[in-house]
């Protein structure tokens, strides 16, 4: 390992407790015999059963020898137990670990089941067990606990060592006609070994306590000799008059355990086996609080404007931008399709539209407005009720969109229950209904099930299913067909289309896919950099794009007739980063077609022939031009 | 990390190790559990992709034929351990070194005493007939007889078994009853970085509850509630206060680390999709959590707390020896020291024979309650 990252480790708090600890029990083990043993062991009949004093810090035992100076003493005595019956432990758990390496497939099996039978067995009892065997005493007990440790470290070896043995350099040697027993040396056990170290250092801090256990119950360290678990034995009986003899060895038997444990977390840290224990990843926040309440908010729309979004910028903390001034209309009944690469913004801006965003996001717009009522301004209970019937979510991944706790019924049902207040069998019943209505066979049956015996366009449907329970005005959909296969892709966006035909709710499809949004769509948004650069009907749009990004995406997309040879169009250079967003056009420098003024200016979204588009030099080559001038 | 720990820690650092999940336990007593939850939860999402019924649309339950090889296949693990343990508490008294009568006895008992224990024993039968009668034995609930108080071991260990068993399974019961509840509410107040001081002090203070091994924790306590306060008796059986001590310093490590794990748990479950389907229903509160978060972490919390029950009844043993409990732990602890072979020989079967079968019974509630069933595959 790089020196550096162990003085980095040592300059955390914990590295350096974990140091100062260590150093601390190497100080006490190797000077605390020589220098206190005369006050540890020296019978002293003036002062026996003394109490905390100046003099005696923790105090006397029974025969007037320094408590504390026994403590220190037991150190030495402690720690090498607790040591030798690690390595006992380690030694033989690798070479029984190992065996199924070189024994080959059969019989190592047969080692492997032994080794989890005895893992099942209680450590303690095992160690008790062979105490017996082996007699009361420290030497019995290393034995003991010894043993019991083989089992655990033989489990973590052979788990190991499956695990590099199914390696390429592996495979490698064994082609090259490489015995077992040299695989096994030259190979596998030097790729195990870090994992092993770290785990016995660990197992050490374990074996303390454990061997303090035995010496506690008397079956460890016998009198004249003592380690901490025996003080402690001797403490206990008087725990009345000097409850610190019987808490000082325990401190200590603490301190060392939890010295050694995270030595070993310190060590694997550093070789970086371990990660972080922080969970990765911000748990989206939850947007909406409060009691259930019946009876919805009946959505009442001024005119046939369903979504009515201005300005919307999502932020995040750090300055970036990734969702900049979008504006988004959607008519009742519309299919309206946002489409641009990955980062675009455009999964973020239907969030923001359904009022799921993570919660670290900070969302503002000029207008906001679902079903004609401002959402913003809405309290909590209308909120909920008026999003939870009118508006419906379709996600990416049907895979993880369903709870799979819960029976599929139960999660369409919900909704009624929650929002219309049916009850349960009514619910039941509407839920069995709908996913009918989406083509499921034997819904009755299947409602019964739980999500993991669906297929992945079963669960998407069912997921659609969920959206249509009360009447949903809005369904947006965020990217419902990528993780779907090609046919059932097509299954999916029929349905959707059905949704509009029967139900006649609007749908937002998010994609970055332009051909499923040729199919469904009547209008595009095509997005990019956290802003819309074209609008328009789909299909003024994709045959004939302005904005050289829609028509380079248009051109990636390969059809039937696309050579083969040919290597496909790729749009060169990637979108600039949402927190240093460049002056001027944020496609200029991908963009064939810029030149001065689009890195100096900004193009505002303006009205062309058929579209609306964001750019300084559209193409637009087949249309009579147009005086361009800005949209209000 | 707690005694019964010495076996589980290794594998699971191991585990945590590679996998980089965010369920990873934060400190190495988590691990020891968390190394399990992994596998759980990573299969289950391959799981998620085996076709049971769904292939086709008639929409069949998966058949009976996993969970009757699931079931043939625990029964057959439990078979063979409890083979295991029976072969190794009749060893146990032939691998005493020298003769474990005239040990028991001491030097200086009269031969003839020594012999017609050897006889009671039936020590001097060839090993394979004794090994029969062992079994036969066993089987008719006959567990030999006691050297020291010449009574069967069966009516030494009855009485025992049940106090043992009362202490471990109200410590069980308070470790659930605590930990779930706890450890879910500060999954949600901690949830996606929120109150960080708290989630400092819940950590630290769970750790160091899991890194005291019970019995000290025992000693500390009595020092404290018992001698410093006189609130509760220091020792032995009596009155319901006898109890808490002794419930309560076996619960408090297994309850700080199941804690811990379902905090973890929880976070995880909370940043799965299914959570965000079921905030765009707006759901209230209650339902988010309780019908679509709670489920979802039963499966990791009864595994991890079926091996805490396990590491429960092997750790009354240093928790009874604390308060001198009248249970199995001073008994077998007794026995060694007395050196009554027969009567050791007795509790390691039983305890050993309570931990399989509590594990096992474990097994197939996690494979009830889940129910993808994932156990089932494994």
């Known amino acids: ?632 | 990390m707690t005694w019964p720990g010495t076996a589980a820690g290794p594998q699971g650092v191991a585990a945590a190790g590679p996998q980089d999940a965010a369920a990873a336990g934060p400190q190495e007593a988590v691990a020891a559990g968390a190394g399990q939850l992994q596998e759980a939860s990573g299969g289950s999402a391959l799981a998620a992709a085996h076709p049971g019924g769904a292939a086709g649309t008639k929409g069949r339950r998966p058949t009976a034929g996993p969970w009757t090889r699931f079931l043939l296949r625990r029964t057959g693990r439990l078979l063979a351990s409890l083979a295991c343990l029976v072969v190794a508490s009749f060893a146990l008294i032939h691998f005493v070194p020298g003769d474990p009568v005239r040990a028991a006895l001491g030097v200086t008992a009269p031969v003839e005493l020594v012999e017609s224990r050897r006889r009671l024993l039936g020590l001097d039968r060839p090993i394979l007939e004794q090994f029969w009668s062992y079994l036969s034995g066993l089987l008719h609930g006959d567990l030999g007889t006691s050297l020291t108080s010449s009574l069967p071991v069966s009516k030494v260990i009855g009485d025992r078994f049940v106090s043992t068993a009362v202490l471990a399974g109200l410590a069980f019961a308070v470790v659930m009853v605590v930990a779930l509840p706890l450890g879910m509410l500060l999954g949600i107040l901690t949830r996606d970085g929120r109150r960080r001081r708290l989630e400092l002090a819940f950590v630290a203070l769970a750790n160091t509850l899991t890194g005291i091994p019970s019995f000290l924790l025992a000693v500390g306590a009595v020092t404290l509630f018992s001698v410093g306060l006189s609130l509760l008796p220091v020792a032995g059986r009596s009155g319901p206060s006898s109890w808490v001590l002794p419930v309560f310093t076996l619960a408090a490590g297994p309850a700080a680390t199941l804690a811990l794990i379902v905090r973890v748990e929880t976070l995880r479950v909370l940043s799965q999709d299914y959570m965000r389907t079921a905030r765009a229903k707006r759901l209230p509160t209650r339902l988010l959590y309780l019908r679509h978060a709670l489920p979802n972490m039963l499966t990791a919390a009864l595994t991890l707390g079926g091996l805490l029950l396990g590491g429960l009844v092997a750790g009354t043993v240093l928790v009874e020896n604390v308060f001198a409990w009248p249970g199995l732990g001073t008994t077998i602890v007794g026995s060694i020291n007395s050196k009554d072979y027969p009567l050791v020989q007795g509790v390691v079967l039983v305890l050993g024979g309570a931990v399989l079968v509590i594990n096992l019974v474990v097994d197939l509630l996690v494979a009830v309650f889940d129910p993808r069933s994932t156990v089932l595959e494994t």
């Open chain 1, 1 to 632: 390992m790089q020196r550096s990252s162990w003085l980095r480790a040592l300059r955390t708090p914990t590295g350096a407790a974990t140091a100062l600890g260590m150093l601390l029990l190497l100080v006490l083990a190797v000077v605390g015999p020589p220098l206190m043993r005369d006050a540890a062991t020296t019978f002293n009949t003036s002062a026996i059963r003394q109490g905390p004093s100046g003099a005696h810090w923790l105090g006397t035992d029974a025969l007037g020898r320094d408590v504390l100076a026994r403590i220190v003493v037991a150190t030495r005595l402690s720690i090498g137990l607790a040591l030798v019956s690690t390595l006992i432990g380690v030694v033989g758990g690798v070479l029984l670990g190992a065996l199924p390496v070189v024994l080959g497939r059969r019989a190592g099996r047969a080692v492997r089941a032994f080794v989890d039978v005895a893992v099942a067995f209680p450590g303690l009892l095992v160690a008790l067990s062979l105490a017996v065997v082996f007699g009361v005493g420290a030497r019995g007990a290393v034995l003991a606990l010894g043993l019991t440790a083989v089992p655990s470290f033989a489990r973590l070896t052979a788990n190991l060592a499956a695990g590099v043995a199914e390696a390429d350099y592996v495979s490698a040697a064994r082609l090259a006609g490489a015995s077992r027993g040299r695989i096994l040396v030259r190979h596998v056990l030097p790729n195990i070994g870090e994992p092993l170290v770290i785990n016995a250092t660990i197992g050490a801090g374990s074996a303390l306590l454990a061997f303090a256990g035995l010496s506690f119950l008397g079956l460890g360290v016998q009198p004249p000799g003592y380690d901490w678990g025996r003080l402690l034995n001797e403490g206990l009986n008087r725990i009345y008059d000097a409850p610190v003899a019987a808490l000082g060895p325990g401190v200590a038997v603490v301190l060392a355990g939890v010295a050694f444990s995270l030595f070993g977390e310190t060590v694997a840290q550093v070789v970086g086996l371990r990660t972080d224990s922080r969970v990765k990843g911000a748990v989206p926040r939850l947007a909406l609080a409060g009691e259930a309440q019946d009876g919805a908010v009946r959505a009442a729309p001024r005119d046939d404007l369903v979504l009515d979004v201005e300005d919307l910028t999502v932020a995040f903390p750090g300055g970036s931008t990734p969702v900049a001034g979008v504006s988004l209309r959607i008519h009742r009944g519309e299919m309206v399709g946002v489409v641009g690469e990955s980062g675009s913004g455009k999964s973020l801006t239907a969030l923001a539209v359904a009022g799921l965003l993570p919660p670290q996001a900070t969302m503002s717009a000029r207008r906001a407005e679902f079903l004609g009522h401002d959402v913003r301004a809405l309290d909590d209970r209308e909120r909920r009720s008026l999003l939870g019937t009118s508006l419906a979510m379709v996600f990416q991944d049907p895979m993880s969109s369903l709870n799979p706790a819960l029976r599929v019924g139960r999660q369409v049902a919900e909704v009624a229950e929650v929002h219309l207040g049916a009850s349960r069998a009514t619910a039941a019943g509407d839920a069995v209904a709908k996913l009918a209505e989406v083509r499921i066979a034997a819904p009755a049956l299947r409602a019964q099930q739980h999500p993991h015996q669906f297929s992945g366009g079963m669960r998407q449907r069912v997921m659609i299913a969920m959206g249509l329970v009360a009447q949903p005005r809005l369904l947006v959909a965020d990217e419902p067909t990528t993780a779907l296969d090609v046919t059932v892709q097509r299954q999916v966006l029929a349905l959707l289309r059905r949704v509009r035909d029967e139900h006649g709710a609007a749908v937002l499809l998010i994609s970055h896919d332009v051909g499923v949004i040729a199919e469904l769509c009547e209008r595009v948004v095509v997005m990019y950099a956290g802003r819309v650069v074209e609008e328009g009907p789909v299909a003024d749009v994709l045959a004939r794009p302005a904005h050289p990004y829609t028509r380079a995406l248009v051109e990636s997309v390969p059809d039937m007739t696309t050579p083969r040879t040919r290597p496909l169009v790729t749009i060169t250079g990637r979108p600039p980063d949402p927190s240093a967003r460049p002056d001027g056009c944020p496609f200029a420098p991908r963009c064939p077609r810029a030149q001065a003024r689009c890195t100096q200016e900004d193009p505002p979204l303006m009205a062309m022939p058929g579209t609306r588009a964001a750019c300084w030099f559209p193409h637009l080559d087949e249309r009579a031009a147009l005086a361009a001038g800005p949209v209000a």
